[in-house]
């Protein structure tokens, strides 16, 4: 792949626990208090914080199931609001 027309540049992106990059923003100098604003809100939600070339968020970029995993475990721990006594 060739950057031709494409500027060489960085990004940061927040990685999840588990290791898949799950948010990116382009490290714009004429922007800083906006790239910062994001990046602090990416790091008070847990996330790992890289700075990264452009063309690694393009070939990067996944979906965790991290959240969907959580939900669904704690579904299963949840005790059910109903005794099967009651049911009868």
């Avoid at 792949?1 to 992106?13: E, L, V």
């Avoid at 906006?34 to 990067?60: K, Q, Y």
């Avoid at 721990?77 to 009868?88: H, I, W």
């Amino acid at each position: 792949m060739t950057n031709i027309g494409r500027a060489a540049g960085y990004s940061y992106i927040g990685r999840c626990k588990c290791g898949e990059m799950v948010t990116a923003v382009v490290d714009n100098p004429e922007r800083p208090r906006e790239v910062a604003r994001l990046v602090g809100n990416w790091l008070r939600d847990g996330l790992t914080i890289e700075r990264v070339t452009h063309d690694v968020v393009r070939s990067s970029f996944s979906h965790c199931r991290c959240a969907e995993q959580e939900k669904a475990d704690k579904a299963a721990l949840q005790p059910s609001l109903f005794s099967m006594e009651d049911a009868s």
